[in-house]
Protein backbone atom coordinates (compact mmCIF):
# COMPACT_ATOMS: atom_id res chain seq x y z
CA UNK A 1 0.00 0.00 0.00
CA UNK A 2 1.38 3.53 -0.85
CA UNK A 3 1.06 5.34 2.38
CA UNK A 4 -1.61 6.90 4.66
CA UNK A 5 -4.41 8.13 2.26
CA UNK A 6 -5.86 11.49 4.06
CA UNK A 7 -8.40 12.59 2.21
CA UNK A 8 -12.07 11.01 1.27
CA UNK A 9 -11.41 11.59 -2.64
CA UNK A 10 -8.67 9.12 -2.46
CA UNK A 11 -10.34 6.38 -0.87
CA UNK A 12 -12.97 6.03 -3.59
CA UNK A 13 -10.25 6.72 -6.25
CA UNK A 14 -8.92 3.45 -4.88
CA UNK A 15 -12.50 1.47 -4.28
CA UNK A 16 -13.82 -0.90 -6.88
CA UNK A 17 -16.86 -1.62 -5.52
CA UNK A 18 -18.27 0.61 -1.83
CA UNK A 19 -20.19 -1.97 0.21
CA UNK A 20 -22.98 -0.22 2.53
CA UNK A 21 -25.05 -2.37 4.79
CA UNK A 22 -26.89 0.19 6.42
CA UNK A 23 -30.78 -0.11 5.73
CA UNK A 24 -31.03 3.73 5.81
CA UNK A 25 -28.75 6.95 4.39
CA UNK A 26 -30.82 9.66 4.49
CA UNK A 27 -29.25 12.15 1.64
CA UNK A 28 -26.77 9.00 0.21
CA UNK A 29 -24.07 11.73 -0.27
CA UNK A 30 -21.67 8.26 0.26
CA UNK A 31 -23.57 6.55 -2.33
CA UNK A 32 -22.65 10.07 -5.27
CA UNK A 33 -19.35 10.58 -3.71
CA UNK A 34 -18.52 6.80 -4.25
CA UNK A 35 -20.67 6.77 -8.01
CA UNK A 36 -18.63 9.66 -9.15
CA UNK A 37 -15.08 7.98 -8.53
CA UNK A 38 -16.40 4.85 -10.11
CA UNK A 39 -17.15 2.91 -7.54
CA UNK A 40 -20.13 0.40 -7.87
CA UNK A 41 -22.30 0.60 -5.49
CA UNK A 42 -23.78 -2.99 -3.15
CA UNK A 43 -26.04 -1.78 -1.05
CA UNK A 44 -29.33 -2.88 0.96
CA UNK A 45 -32.43 -1.55 -0.18
CA UNK A 46 -33.35 0.93 2.32
CA UNK A 47 -34.82 4.12 2.65
CA UNK A 48 -32.85 6.74 0.91
CA UNK A 49 -30.50 4.14 -0.64
CA UNK A 50 -33.37 3.32 -3.48
CA UNK A 51 -33.52 6.90 -4.16
CA UNK A 52 -29.99 6.91 -5.78
CA UNK A 53 -29.55 3.60 -6.59
CA UNK A 54 -31.07 1.87 -9.86
CA UNK A 55 -30.77 -2.07 -9.69
CA UNK A 56 -28.17 -3.28 -11.98
CA UNK A 57 -27.88 0.29 -14.03
CA UNK A 58 -26.20 2.55 -11.15
CA UNK A 59 -25.85 -0.54 -8.61
CA UNK A 60 -27.32 -3.49 -6.67
CA UNK A 61 -29.76 -3.59 -3.83
CA UNK A 62 -30.52 -6.44 -2.16
CA UNK A 63 -33.98 -6.86 0.24
CA UNK A 64 -32.55 -8.61 2.87
CA UNK A 65 -28.84 -8.96 5.03
CA UNK A 66 -27.53 -11.70 3.29
CA UNK A 67 -24.01 -12.02 3.35
CA UNK A 68 -23.89 -14.81 0.51
CA UNK A 69 -25.96 -12.57 -1.99
CA UNK A 70 -23.80 -9.65 -0.89
CA UNK A 71 -20.49 -11.99 -1.79
CA UNK A 72 -22.25 -13.22 -4.73
CA UNK A 73 -22.56 -10.11 -6.60
CA UNK A 74 -19.25 -8.60 -5.83
CA UNK A 75 -17.82 -11.64 -7.37
CA UNK A 76 -19.66 -11.13 -10.15
CA UNK A 77 -18.61 -7.68 -10.85
CA UNK A 78 -15.01 -8.75 -10.27
CA UNK A 79 -15.06 -11.91 -12.66
CA UNK A 80 -17.47 -9.58 -15.47
CA UNK A 81 -15.00 -6.61 -15.98
CA UNK A 82 -17.42 -5.50 -19.02
CA UNK A 83 -20.62 -5.47 -16.32
CA UNK A 84 -18.62 -4.18 -13.74
CA UNK A 85 -17.25 -1.46 -16.42
CA UNK A 86 -21.10 -0.53 -17.52
CA UNK A 87 -22.21 -0.10 -14.11
CA UNK A 88 -19.48 2.30 -12.97
CA UNK A 89 -19.82 4.38 -16.06
CA UNK A 90 -23.32 4.67 -15.93
CA UNK A 91 -22.99 5.58 -11.96
CA UNK A 92 -20.39 8.37 -12.39
CA UNK A 93 -22.73 9.93 -15.54
CA UNK A 94 -25.83 9.75 -12.97
CA UNK A 95 -24.08 12.16 -10.63
CA UNK A 96 -23.54 14.50 -13.10
CA UNK A 97 -27.15 15.58 -12.11
CA UNK A 98 -25.97 16.34 -8.69
CA UNK A 99 -23.07 18.46 -9.40
CA UNK A 100 -22.29 21.70 -7.97
CA UNK A 101 -22.75 23.48 -11.45
CA UNK A 102 -26.32 21.89 -11.52
CA UNK A 103 -27.62 22.36 -8.43
CA UNK A 104 -26.25 26.03 -8.73
CA UNK A 105 -28.36 26.55 -12.14
CA UNK A 106 -31.60 25.03 -10.31
CA UNK A 107 -31.22 26.91 -7.48
CA UNK A 108 -30.75 30.43 -9.22
CA UNK A 109 -33.68 29.18 -12.05
CA UNK A 110 -36.12 28.67 -9.03
CA UNK A 111 -35.28 31.97 -7.43
CA UNK A 112 -35.98 33.53 -10.84
CA UNK A 113 -39.36 32.40 -11.15
CA UNK A 114 -39.78 33.19 -7.42
CA UNK A 115 -38.74 37.17 -8.25
CA UNK A 116 -41.41 36.80 -11.43
CA UNK A 117 -44.16 34.89 -9.67
CA UNK A 118 -44.03 37.72 -7.15
CA UNK A 119 -44.08 40.81 -9.43
CA UNK A 120 -46.64 39.64 -11.22
Not at 60 to 70: G, K, R, T
Not at 93 to 110: A, M, Q, V
Request: aromatic letters at 14%.
Amino acid sequence: MRGLINNVKDWYAEADIYLHTAWYEPFGLVFLEAMASKAVIVTLDGIGNRDLIEQGKTGYLFHEQNPELFADQIQELANNYNLYSSIADNAQKYTKHFSIETKTDELINFYKKLILTTND
